[in-house]
Every structure is written in structure tokens, then in C-alpha cells.
């Protein structure tokens, strides 16, 4: 069973920086995706971005894109999502997630909770002044 454990949400001012980090085990499959969602109060559950662990690469949603970046480190079966120029809008809790990988395009599903098995608990990203 895929067990996910995100960390790294904090209270930030606008214009800061943070890194969540989605450590994950129990894969059995030999590649996977691994997606970043974020739910803010009153609002629906959006995609941010996901990476492939086939090749690293890697969607953005067009909100976070040049600002945010998400990256993979397969050694320690840890997805990064690097947050930068946070804004208000950002606050949210954000959630990692696992599925598998579309092994005929190795493109990882952007935005598509159904199609992500494994969910972690969320780690709670605050943006204020």
C-alpha cells in the first residue's frame, strides 16, 4: 500500500518562499506519478502540478507556472514543490498524491484527481502579511 507524508507548509508573508516535500513508500509498480493538489476554504479541489518518475518531467497549472516548481528525488522517493513570490491566492492545504503512470505516453495526469490512488494527509500553506 502507497503511504504518502507531506511536510513543509508554514505561515509565509507574500513574496516568501517554501518547499513541501511528499515523502512516499510502498510502490510496487515501477513507475508512477506523483501529483501536488491544494484545497483552499470554500473552494474546489485544484491541481497544481505533477511530475513523472520515469523521466522527471513535470505540469504546472497555469496559476503557479513561473512561480512554482516541482522536482523528484527517485533515491529518496521524495517529490519536491518549490513555491516561490507565494501570493494570498496560495493559501490553501495542499495534498501530494500517487497513481499510475499512462505507460504509452509516461506523461503524468495534470489535475485529474481520479486518476491518483494514493493521497496523503495534507501539510496546511498559510499566506499573509
Known amino acids: 500500500q502507497v503511504q504518502l507524508v507531506e511536510s513543509g507548509g508554514a505561515l509565509v508573508q507574500p513574496g516568501e518562499s517554501l518547499r513541501l516535500s511528499c515523502a512516499a513508500s510502498?510502490?510496487?509498480?515501477?513507475?508512477?506519478?506523483i501529483g501536488w493538489f491544494r484545497q483552499a476554504p470554500g473552494k474546489e479541489l485544484e491541481g497544481v502540478s505533477c511530475i513523472s518518475s520515469a523521466d522527471g518531467s513535470a505540469l504546472l497549472a497555469d496559476s503557479v507556472n513561473g512561480r512554482f516548481t516541482t522536482s523528484i528525488d527517485n533515491a529518496k522517493n521524495t517529490v519536491y514543490l518549490q513555491m516561490n513570490s507565494l501570493k494570498p491566492d496560495d493559501t490553501a492545504l495542499y495534498f501530494c498524491?500517487?497513481?499510475?503512470?499512462?505507460?504509452?505516453?509516461?506523461?503524468?495526469?495534470?489535475?485529474?484527481?481520479?486518476?491518483?490512488?494514493?493521497w496523503g494527509q495534507g501539510t496546511q500553506v498559510t499566506v499573509s502579511s
Open positions: 498524491a500517487a497513481g499510475l503512470l499512462d505507460l504509452a505516453t509516461m506523461v503524468c495526469p495534470m489535475g485529474l484527481p481520479d486518476d491518483y490512488d494514493s
Open positions: 510502498g510502490f510496487t509498480a515501477d513507475y508512477y506519478a
